[in-house]
T-cell receptor
Framework: AQTVTQSQPEMSVQEAETVTLSCTYD???????LFWYKQPPSRQMILVIR??????QNATENRFSVNFQKAAKSFSLKISDSQLGDAAMYFC???????????FGTGTRLKVLA | SAVISQKPSRDICQRGTSLTIQCQVD?????MFWYRQQPGQSLTLIAT?????????ESGFVIDKFPISRPNLTFSTLTVSNMSPEDSSIYLC?????????????FGPGTRLTVL
């Protein structure tokens, strides 16, 4: 069975600074996807970034980038130039290829300090 | 991206009663899902809502407790039956359009349920 671990229940970052959220996972699958979802206080979850396991290149989306270490089963999210609107709960998720069941981590609450 | 609405957005219910949560999507989708997010915890998949047939439940969830309907490709309901305080959670529906969505699921705003 797959598991996803987020070891940081809460993180804080100063506005305009950079923060890295950690995520590790365990799986025997070779083909899978990894995601970071953001859940603001309004509760609507939105996708931040996605990584296909077969791609060696780390995904980037504007200020958001990942450090995907497949051998180490690590998938961290880096947020650069943090903004107040980045404050939210961030969930790391795993999806085995050919399936639909997301496995979510327990989340990291990010606070952005003005 | 999808526009997903849920009704009600929140409710406070008495023990032993039932609540039906609605999920409406702005366009047809292939897959619809129901998740539970207990206070301070992660999301757990309850079931996949299948159009025109019985839902597929995950381990630990049963149809008698969480009956689900999906009469068409844009709408689904989840009923939380015979509620107890342990059912207090946020319930979210999510959708996946098709293979072109690259496995991205879009989530509704959630329904916050409190059972007294």
């Amino acid at each position: 069975a797959q598991t996803v671990t987020q070891s940081q229940p809460e993180m804080s970052v100063q506005e305009a600074e950079t923060v890295t959220l950690s995520c590790t996972y365990d799986t025997s699958e070779s083909d899978y996807y990894l995601f970071w979802y953001k859940q603001p206080p309004s509760r609507q979850m939105i996708l931040v970034i996605r990584q296909e396991a077969y791609k060696q290149q780390n995904a980037t989306e504007n200020r958001f980038s990942v450090n995907f270490q497949k051998a180490a089963k690590s998938f961290s999210l880096k947020i650069s130039d943090s903004q107040l609107g980045d404050a939210a709960m961030y969930f790391c998720a795993f999806l085995a290829s050919g399936t639909y069941k997301y496995i979510f981590g327990t989340g990291t609450r990010l606070k952005v300090l003005a | 991206s999808a526009v997903i609405s849920q009704k009600p957005s929140r409710d406070i219910c008495q023990r032993g009663t039932s609540l039906t949560i609605q999920c409406q999507v702005d366009s047809q989708v292939t897959m619809m899902f129901w998740y539970r997010q207990q206070p301070g915890q992660s999301l757990t998949l309850i079931a996949t809502a299948n159009q025109g047939s019985e839902a597929t439940y995950e381990s630990g969830f049963v149809i008698d407790k969480f009956p689900i309907s999906r009469p068409n490709l844009t709408f689904s309901t989840l009923t939380v039956s015979n509620m107890s305080p342990e059912d207090s959670s946020i319930y979210l529906c999510s959708v996946e359009y098709d293979i072109l969505s690259y496995n991205e699921q879009f989530f509704g705003p959630g329904t916050r349920l409190t059972v007294l």
